[in-house]
């Protein structure tokens, strides 16, 4: 019998395969799986591909794609800790290509916001901080050496570890930012209900994550750059996210595929997934440290939603 994810650990199991659908068995493996969707709670999941020994999956209900393998917080945060920092992407060249994002979403929030308490989740170094001039700004980070850079422009206010750690007082925020860190959250449900009850009445909620049914996704498939388990664990789109947020008590506001800028060699270190080797990695290492590499590129394939939404 398996448990719920909210009663606790899964049982161990494994998977055989009947036509396209997994059929789970008790059995021990490195990590256990979930029972279901951990969206809609549907069963009826089929298989999409393995990458890194994950499975990516499929709810047949909802039509939530996830990493099966289930993941705990505290494996999360061991696994960070030994991944270190994405040095290419934090580069301190890098930073007006960063900003170019920040800024967009800084003036849509001052839009519908004219200030006030903001967290942003995932800060990193706290790069999209620094651009909210007028904001009483606050971070949580995971990864300890971006959290420590962090911690040393706004102090207490960076958490270094999970949000629900962070000891933040309900209703305090009015509003909170998810920049492509709730693809990375073992339960992203948890998480944004997390996010409602730290938010005034009537606070908004940002959401950025990567499109898995862009066109781009659907002609790679498994070789979709932001297929890198379990750096990513969820992959949504247009409606799961939705789906995620209104299950979370937000009412949806808006969407908006915000152009990116990046580096020429950015992108050959992203498509390489990490990875040293292969064609990517090599043409980085080629364009590394040469002006061509410093190309910048404007990129908008709608692989990119930022989804606005205002709690209930």
């Known amino acids: 019998m398996?448990?719920?994810?909210?009663?606790?650990?899964?049982?161990?199991?494994?998977?055989?395969?009947?036509?396209?659908?997994?059929?789970?068995?008790?059995?021990?493996?490195?990590?256990?799986?979930?029972?279901?969707?951990?969206?809609?709670?549907?069963?009826?999941?089929?298989k999409k591909f393995?990458?890194?020994?994950?499975?990516?999956?499929?709810?047949?209900t909802c039509s939530f794609v996830f990493v099966w393998e289930h993941w705990s917080p505290d494996a999360l945060a061991t696994y960070y800790k030994q991944q270190g920092t994405d040095q290419v992407y934090g580069e301190v060249e890098n930073r007006v290509n960063l900003n170019y994002y920040y800024e967009s979403l800084r003036d849509i929030i001052q839009a519908m916001?004219?200030?006030?308490?903001?967290?942003?989740?995932?800060?990193?170094?706290g790069q999209f901080?620094?651009?909210?001039?007028?904001?009483?700004?606050?971070?949580?980070?995971?990864?300890?050496?971006?959290a420590q850079k962090a911690q040393i422009k706004y102090g207490d206010r960076v958490f270094n570890g999970n949000l629900e750690d962070a000891g933040f007082s309900n209703e305090t925020f009015d509003v909170i930012t998810l920049q492509d860190v709730l693809d990375h959250m073992p339960a992203p449900l948890a998480s944004l209900r997390k996010c409602r009850d730290l938010l005034k009445p009537g606070g908004?909620?940002?959401?950025?994550?990567?499109?898995?049914?862009?066109?781009?996704?659907?002609?790679?498939?498994?070789?979709?750059?932001?297929?890198?388990?379990p750096v990513h664990l969820s992959y949504?789109?247009?409606?799961?996210?939705?789906?995620?947020?209104?299950?979370?008590?937000?009412?949806?506001?808006?969407?908006?595929?915000?152009?990116?800028?990046?580096?020429?060699?950015?992108?050959?270190?992203?498509?390489?997934?990490?990875?040293?080797?292969?064609?990517?990695?090599?043409c980085f290492k080629l364009v590394e440290h040469s002006r061509l590499g410093k190309i910048r590129i404007r990129k908008n394939l709608h692989d990119i939603i930022t989804t606005w939404a205002v709690k209930l």
């Open 2 to 46: 398996f448990m719920n994810q909210d009663q606790g650990q899964i049982g161990p199991t494994k998977c055989s395969i009947r036509g396209d659908v997994f059929v789970m068995q008790p059995v021990p493996q490195k990590h256990s799986l979930h029972p279901a969707c951990y969206l809609c709670g549907a069963t009826n999941i089929k």
């Open 50 to 60: 393995k990458v890194n020994d994950h499975h990516i999956v499929q709810c047949r």
């Open 113 to 125: 916001k004219p200030g006030g308490q903001l967290l942003d989740v995932g800060c990193s170094e």
């Open 129 to 146: 901080l620094d651009v909210m001039h007028g904001w009483q700004c606050h971070g949580v980070e995971l990864e300890p050496v971006a």
């Open 204 to 229: 908004l909620i940002v959401v950025k994550v990567h499109n898995i049914s862009c066109l781009y996704a659907r002609i790679t498939g498994s070789k979709y750059y932001a297929i890198v388990p």
């Open 236 to 282: 949504f789109n247009k409606k799961t996210l939705d789906f995620a947020l209104v299950e979370s008590g937000f009412s949806v506001l808006s969407h908006k595929y915000i152009s990116h800028i990046l580096f020429l060699k950015t992108i050959f270190f992203r498509l390489s997934e990490g990875k040293q080797r292969g064609l990517f990695y090599h």
